[in-house]
Structures are given as structure tokens and as C-alpha cells.
């Protein structure tokens, strides 16, 4: 069965400062992995998604994870951070057979990401 | 194009009370899942309705079900609510119809408040 680990629930930077956030998977076999972000009151946007193509994905708002399966990782990163960066981060896996007619994700608890001016 | 639309946005119910909250998929999306968010932790799976039929179901009591209609919206109802049923809940949609890196678009979320 799948599961994520999100280390660290609350991560804080100063603006312009790198952005780390760590996921680490368990999966029986090749994940789909993905990183949403929630900003407050609101739902999931998708920040990108691995499928087994690059290992190093890049999403939207200057967002990248890298794929790292000897270590079963799936990291966040970006190099600069700002301060519309604050929000909710949420890893999530999800088994091969994930679309069509089956499959759902397996969020991790996520990590609030502040932002100091 | 609209998003996923989900209804009512808040509501406050009253312990033993039932409730009914309704998503709209985005268009051409065949497939709907509803996930549970309690405050300070990730969505919990609940269910998967795909062509109207429920293709999976998380760890939730029966109190919980969900139906899909032709047009592919969706229900989820909640029976004898409890204090521990407050949270966000949140419906996503795919387009479905293949095994592969389908992309779960999700809606705003109810926020269900039970007193």
C-alpha cells in the first residue's frame, strides 16, 4: 500500500530564500507522485506531477521536485522564495493503475510554508 | 471553461442532522472522487464514482454515501452527523477513461461545520 511523509508541518523562510519542502513515499511498485498547493479557505491546485518521465519535474510558479528512488523521495524546491509562496503544501502518491476508472490519491499531512519579509 | 464547482460553500448542521453536499465536474470529466479534510491534515479519500458506478471507497462508515448522475455531478451524503464529520470536503474530477497520469482537478471545498 502506498503511503507519504511530510517532514516538517510548519517550514518557515525569508523571502528570496530557498524553499525546501521533503516527501518521502512508500510504494510497492513505480508511484505517480504529486505536490498541490492550498492557499486558506480554498481547494487543491495542482504544482506538478512525476509519471515516470524526467525525474526532475518542473511545475508552475517556478516549482521543481526531483524524483530520487534510491532514496523513495520526492522533494519540493525552489530556489526563491516569495512572499504569495505562503500556503499549504500537500504531497500525494498514487499506485500505476491511477486514472480511468480507478485509483485515487494518498495525501500526506502536509506543510505550511511562511514566508518572512 | 468552468472549474469544478462545488455546493454549498458553508454549512452548519446540527449532531444527528443529515446533509447533502453536490459537486459539478468540469466538463468532458467523467470520473469524480470526494475527499474529507479535517483541520491541520491532508484530504482523506472517500469515494470514486466513475460512468456513475463507485469503482472505490475509502475507510468512512456507512453513514457515508455518494451517487453520480448521467450527467456525471455527483452527491455525497452524510447521515446521523457527528462533531467529528466537520471539515472541508472537497470533490475532484478527471477525465477517467484510461489507465495513466490522469490529473485530479479539485473544487473549492464545503466547509461543513456540525454543532
Known amino acids: 500500500a502506498q503511503s507519504v511523509t511530510q517532514l516538517g508541518s510548519h517550514v518557515s523562510v525569508s523571502e528570496g530564500a530557498l524553499v525546501l519542502l521533503r516527501c518521502n513515499y512508500s510504494?510497492?511498485?513505480?508511484?505517480?507522485l504529486f505536490w498541490y498547493v492550498q492557499y486558506p479557505n480554498q481547494g487543491l491546485q495542482l504544482l506538478l506531477k512525476y509519471t515516470s518521465a524526467a525525474t526532475l519535474v518542473k511545475g508552475i510558479n517556478g516549482f521543481e521536485a526531483e524524483f530520487k528512488k534510491s532514496e523513495t523521495s520526492f522533494h519540493l524546491t525552489k530556489p526563491s522564495a516569495h512572499m504569495s509562496d505562503a500556503a499549504e503544501y500537500f504531497c500525494a502518491v498514487t499506485g500505476p493503475n491511477y486514472g480511468g476508472s480507478q485509483g485515487n490519491l494518498i495525501f500526506g499531512k502536509g506543510t505550511k510554508l511562511s514566508v518572512k519579509p | 471553461d468552468a472549474g469544478v464547482t462545488q455546493s454549498p460553500t458553508h454549512l452548519i448542521k446540527t449532531r444527528g442532522q443529515q446533509v447533502t453536499l453536490r459537486c459539478s465536474p468540469i466538463?468532458?470529466?467523467?470520473?469524480v472522487s470526494w475527499y474529507q479534510q479535517v483541520l491541520g491534515q491532508g484530504p482523506q479519500f472517500i469515494f470514486q464514482?466513475?460512468?456513475?458506478?463507485?469503482?472505490g471507497r475509502g475507510n468512512f462508515p456507512d453513514r457515508f454515501s455518494a451517487r453520480q448522475f448521467p450527467n456525471y455531478s455527483s452527491e455525497l451524503n452524510v447521515n446521523a452527523l457527528l462533531l467529528g464529520d466537520s471539515a472541508l470536503y472537497l470533490c475532484?474530477?478527471?477525465?477517467?477513461?484510461?489507465?495513466?497520469?490522469?490529473?485530479?482537478?479539485f473544487g473549492q471545498g464545503t466547509r461543513l461545520t456540525v454543532v
Open positions: 464514482y466513475y460512468e456513475k458506478e463507485e469503482r
Open positions: 510504494s510497492s511498485v513505480p508511484p505517480y
Open positions: 466538463s468532458g470529466h467523467k470520473s
Open positions: 475532484a474530477s478527471s477525465p477517467g477513461g484510461g489507465r495513466g497520469n490522469t490529473e485530479a482537478f
